[in-house]
């Protein structure tokens, strides 16, 4: 079953509670998502795909839990874009599978905001993948930091990284000395 929700529309934390998130970008392969949702599957629970649009930051935060957000560029709808293509993505990857998911938006920086959400709805696993390869993608991990590592850092949930590259062969050495 699928549900499209976005910040401003809020989400039911009840009906979510105890979820499995995927941290999920336009253009990231849908492995990220099925495996998530063969995680949310196993353990009986929803499965959130949140998409962080950057291109926004958090102003405040009203007690009832609706965020007020303002754009720090003037293109307000890349974000929208970049939430229907997750969308999109989500449901070609687990329409049909048995799986409860619902797509959310969230704002600001993606681990911090990662984190608050997963602390508000007491998730149970967070699952992302690791980013491209390249020389830009290499430049941007260095001064952003890896979503990953910095979730490992800052909250106690288990987090699965999902490798997006050629799998290692087995005969190869994952260690090099």
């Known amino acids: 079953m699928s549900e499209a929700e976005s910040q401003t529309a809020g989400i039911d934390i009840a009906a979510v509670h105890g979820a499995v998130i995927a941290g999920v970008i336009p253009g990231q392969s849908p492995r990220v998502l099925t495996e998530a949702g063969r995680y949310a599957k196993l353990l009986g629970v929803p499965l959130v795909v949140v998409h962080v649009d950057v291109t926004r930051f958090v102003t405040y935060e009203d007690p009832d839990g609706y965020v007020h957000s303002a754009p720090i560029d003037i ?16 449901a070609g990857a687990l329409d049909g599978h048995g799986v409860d998911w619902r797509v959310h938006q969230l704002v ?24 491209k390869r390249g020389i830009g993608e ?26 997006l590259g050629e799998p290692v062969p087995e005969d190869e050495e994952i260690w090099p000395a």
């Open 75 to 90: 293109n307000i709808a890349s974000g929208e874009a970049d939430l229907k293509l997750i969308e999109q993505a989500a």
């Open 108 to 131: 600001g920086d993606p681990a911090l905001a990662i984190k608050h959400f997963a602390d508000k709805i007491d998730a149970k696993l967070l699952v992302v993948g690791t980013r």
């Open 138 to 163: 290499s430049i941007r991990e260095f001064f952003t930091g890896s979503v990953a590592a910095r979730l490992a850092h800052r909250q106690r949930r288990p987090i699965l990284v999902v490798p």
